[in-house]
């Protein structure tokens, strides 16, 4: 079992930054493979970016590519998401999961096994 606990959404202008974070507890965070998604209202989880085990890889939906960042902190359990330029369509709750099955950096929500509770990220206009 794997405990996810993101922090760090709210309100911010666009043109502005966020850094979520997301602690994990229970299982070895290591041995994870972890990624970020989101949900606006009325839409489908969406992914966001993906980061490997040693964070050596990381994988990103295009519309975000080059305004976020995701990193992890393997000593401290936690991942992060930087996330820069922010604009009003970045508006959502931001997911942090976890799966530790599979080699490669997975995108669809399905194959995630653990899942934090998500924080609120507005951005307005």
């Known amino acids: 079992q794997v405990q996810l606990v993101e922090s760090g959404g709210g309100l911010v202008q666009a043109g502005g930054s966020l850094r979520l974070s997301c602690a994990a507890s229970?299982?070895?965070?290591?041995?994870?493979?972890m990624g970020w998604f989101r949900q606006a209202p009325g839409k489908e989880r969406e992914f966001v970016a993906a980061?490997?085990?040693?964070?050596?890889?990381?994988y990103y939906v295009d519309s975000v590519k080059g305004r976020f960042t995701i990193s992890r902190d393997n000593a401290k359990n936690t991942v992060y998401l930087q996330m820069n330029s922010l604009k009003p369509e970045d508006t959502a709750v931001y997911y942090c999961?976890?799966?530790?099955?599979?080699?490669?950096?997975?995108?669809?929500?399905?194959?995630?096994?653990?899942w934090g509770q998500g924080t609120q990220v507005t951005v307005s206009s």
């Open positions: 999961a976890a799966e530790g099955k599979f080699q490669q950096l997975l995108i669809r929500p399905t194959q995630y096994n653990y």
């Open positions: 229970g299982r070895t965070f290591s041995s994870c493979n």
């Open positions: 980061i490997s085990r040693s964070g050596a890889s990381t």
